[in-house]
């Protein structure tokens, strides 16, 4: 089984910062892309930034220039520094990964961590 397991989130000041972190395990054997999601309530699950294996970023014209996210291939893990955080980036906070299990044959298969809360104070 793979999973995906997050931490960082937490309540902070508008102007704040925080650093939200997703390791990924089980039987994987490579993975493709690794990427965070947030939904605030009421509203539809969104892209906040993503990443490949070899290092491409992308973010949401939202977060940009205040978000960063980053990876770790060997360790199978991405972060999201979040800085200068206001209250509208409020939200429960998934990581999605995009990777390829190890099973006859292998699969290409999408995971989701289970959410870690965000919450901005203005």
């Known amino acids: 089984q793979v999973q995906l397991v997050e931490s960082g989130g937490g309540l902070v000041q508008a102007g704040g910062s925080l650093r939200l972190s997703c390791a990924a395990s089980?039987?994987?054997?490579?993975?493709?892309?690794m990427g965070w999601y947030r939904q605030a309530p009421e509203k539809q699950r969104e892209s906040v930034a993503g990443?490949?294996?070899?290092?491409?970023?992308n973010y949401a014209d939202s977060v940009k220039g205040r978000f960063t996210i980053s990876r770790d291939n060997a360790k199978n893990t991405v972060v999201l520094q979040m800085n200068g955080l206001k209250p509208e980036d409020t939200a429960v906070y998934y990581c999605?990964?995009?990777?390829?299990?190890?099973?006859?044959?292998?699969?290409?298969?999408?995971?989701w961590g289970q959410g870690t809360q965000v919450t901005v104070a203005s």
């Open positions: 089980g039987n994987i054997l490579t993975i493709n892309t």
């Open positions: 990443i490949t294996s070899g290092g491409s970023t």
């Open positions: 999605n990964s995009n990777l390829v299990v190890d099973e006859l044959p292998p699969k290409i298969k999408d995971y």
